[in-house]
């Protein structure tokens, strides 16, 4: 399995950079997790847009699926129009992105399926398990697993012995990581810092931990140390092009 990061900053793409977007691919699939703000001029520098075989969505925060929207019509609008993308969320959570558009434009871009968090289910080569994981609104923690091997993914949450659970022995987690060390009280529930992240990749057994989400302007070496102070295994930040083989 090969997770090539696209963007990885948190809230809003600065100058240069995308917000949640990640390429898993194994065994020649290409599953395009969470399409955040300004990740799609990011994939089609490595692929054309119908090469993506499906989209697997976290959550409805806009940071995580306003590129939906571009990808559809890069598809959509032209002679020949890509297959339908199947596309997995948790109910309601792309009614807004897929509202932008005219009524019936986009109709035919997608084959929407919806999830309930907790649902376990086959993309392709990947078997997604899905939990609950505690954020604003409702956040899918996803693992990802094939041919023995897995990455499991955060979405946005808060600090909780869930995600323990859902990445217990994984091999890499991707673990949302908006602070560094202290989140604010009107977010305590459901953001998370690196500091508590690193405690979650520890009690988890987390092969190796890819720290994302970082808000921008966040110093990622400080995240990184934030970390390691718990967590003593390989640590990294997700920046666009950081590609790692989990094998
Ligand atoms: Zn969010």
Known sequence: MKLTVLGG?????????????????????????????????????????D???????????????????????????RDDPAAPLPTYALPGALSAVLALDRPGLLDRAYELHEFEAGDAFRIGPFEVQSRLLPHFLPNAGLRLTATGRSLTYTGDAGPTED???????????????????????????????????????????????VLTHL??????????????????????????GLVVEIA
């Open 163 to 209: 995600l323990v659970k859902l990445a217990d022995g994984t091999d890499l987690l991707l673990a949302e990581a908006s602070h560094v060390e202290h989140v604010p009280d009107d977010a305590a529930r459901w953001l998370n810092s690196a500091l508590e992240v690193g405690r979650q990749a520890l009690h988890a057994h987390a092969g190796r931990l």
């Open 51 to 77: 090469a993506i075989d499906a989209v697997l969505i976290s959550h409805g925060h806009p940071d995580h699926v306003a590129d939906l929207n571009p990808l559809l019509r890069s598809r959509a609008l």
């Open 9 to 49: 900053a948190g809230a809003w793409p600065p100058a240069g950079r995308a917000c949640s977007g990640y390429l898993v691919e194994h065994a020649g699939f290409r599953l395009l997790l969470d399409p955040g703000y300004a990740t799609l001029p990011r994939l089609l520098e490595l692929l054309p847009a």
């Open 215 to 240: 808000f921008p302007g966040t110093d990622p070496s400080a995240a990184r140390s934030a970390a390691a102070r718990s967590y003593a295994e390989r640590i990294d930040v997700a920046e666009p």
